[in-house]
């Protein structure tokens, strides 16, 4: 499967910005799919993630409250909606999926098999 992240930018604090990653070339709707980031000078970082079922969602920590992750399996694609955005949230976004994922694995990034290319998200103080 391929897939193209889309939709990061500007935006100032307190803003909110949707991010998207369309998939084309596999069965969407059977891999787990997720968003994970990268700051300059820092390690990757797990965002959030949304199960096959399109019912059971897991989030970062530092994310919690402020993002969201759904998919559309009719466009295949998968959305992350952030809102009340902070300085510290400015990173590169990749979108990763995989369709066969454990829980126990699922904020792990080396455990998804195929990404997306990443888009920057800057958030302005």
């Known amino acids: 499967v391929q897939l193209q992240a889309s939709g990061g930018g500007l935006v100032q604090a307190g803003g909110s910005l949707r991010l998207s990653c369309a998939a084309s070339?596999?069965?969407?709707?059977?891999?787990?799919v997720a968003w994970f980031r990268q700051a300059p000078g820092k390690e990757r970082e797990f965002v959030a993630a949304l199960r096959s079922s399109g019912s059971a969602t897991y989030y970062g920590d530092s994310v919690k409250g402020r993002f969201a992750i759904t998919r559309d399996n009719a466009k295949n694609t998968v959305y992350l909606q952030m809102d009340s955005l902070k300085p510290e949230d400015t990173a590169v976004y990749y979108c990763?999926?995989?369709?066969?994922?454990?829980?126990?694995?699922?904020?792990?990034?080396?455990?998804?098999?195929?990404w997306g290319q990443g888009t920057l998200v800057t958030v302005s103080s």
């Open positions: 990763a999926a995989d369709p066969q994922i454990i829980l126990s694995s699922m904020r792990m990034g080396d455990s998804y098999d195929y």
């Open positions: 070339g596999g069965t969407f709707r059977r891999y787990t």
